[in-house]
């Protein structure tokens, strides 16, 4: 069953804490995305990669760092330099010219 | 600089009747369009695409204008369900580009 999955799906961080959320593809797309979500928000991108061991920062990459090891996995690490962490998070894997398949989300809360 | 436009945060549609949801956007080099519908804290799901070579694309209830020399598409839903109340993002993309940039979404409610 083909699918990208994300997890968790809840996460809580404290102060000055880096947290990772994980991202996970099995439908052998190259490209794989982390967006962010605020309240009555759009989709902002924070960073993408389109082949293993490459990727370029989005809108809002600042406080947050990814790495792309293998092409099913795109983990995204939330800094303590992040200062306003508290958002939805999703994750999404496309091939050109085709549709992005997103993840359920991950919502972080700082406590 | 916001390169996908939702203008319209909200839209409240009868039930049966038909819903327009607008985007526009800026970039002339954009030329695959897409719409996600999207329920709270779930991730978006596809509904349908149009690429530049064409102007209507339709699926079901659902269709897909693009006017490019305006820049503008719209997504056309007939007739509309309570079941479609969600929230609608716009998305483009350009050949080449994998980026997706996508709008900042419209709430629909469809009022039974």
């Known amino acids: 069953d083909g699918g990208i999955t994300q997890s968790p799906k809840y996460l809580f961080r404290k102060e000055g804490q880096n947290v990772t959320l994980s991202c996970e593809q099995n439908?052998?797309?190259?490209?794989m995305y982390w967006y962010r979500q605020d309240p009555g928000q759009g989709l902002r991108l924070i960073y993408y990669?389109?082949?293993?061991?490459?990727?370029q920062k989005g809108d809002i990459a600042e406080g947050y760092s990814v790495s792309r090891e293998k092409k099913e996995s795109f983990p995204l690490t939330v800094t303590s330099a992040q200062k306003n962490p508290t958002a939805f998070y999703l994750c999404?894997?496309?091939?050109?010219?085709?549709?992005?398949?997103f993840g359920q989300g991950t919502r972080l809360t700082v406590v | 600089d916001q390169q996908v436009k939702q203008n319209s945060p909200s839209l409240s549609v009868q039930e049966g009747r038909i819903s327009i949801l607008n985007c526009d956007y800026t970039?002339?080099?954009?030329?695959?369009f897409l719409w996600y519908k999207k329920y709270p804290a779930e991730g978006p799901t596809f509904l349908i695409s149009?690429?530049?070579?064409?102007d209507k694309n339709e699926d079901g209830r659902f269709t897909v204008f693009l006017n490019k020399s305006a820049k503008h598409l719209s997504l056309h839903i007939v007739p509309s369900q309570p079941g479609d109340s969600a929230v609608y993002f716009c998305?483009?993309?350009?050949?080449?580009?994998?980026?997706?940039?996508f709008g900042t979404g419209t709430r629909l409610t469809v009022i039974p």
């Open positions: 149009i690429s530049s070579i064409k």
């Open positions: 998305a483009a993309s350009s050949t080449g580009a994998n980026n997706l940039f």
């Open positions: 990669s389109q082949i293993v061991n490459d990727f």
């Open positions: 439908l052998n797309h190259d490209a």
């Open positions: 970039n002339s080099m954009f030329d695959y």
């Open positions: 999404a894997s496309r091939d050109i010219f085709t549709e992005a398949f």
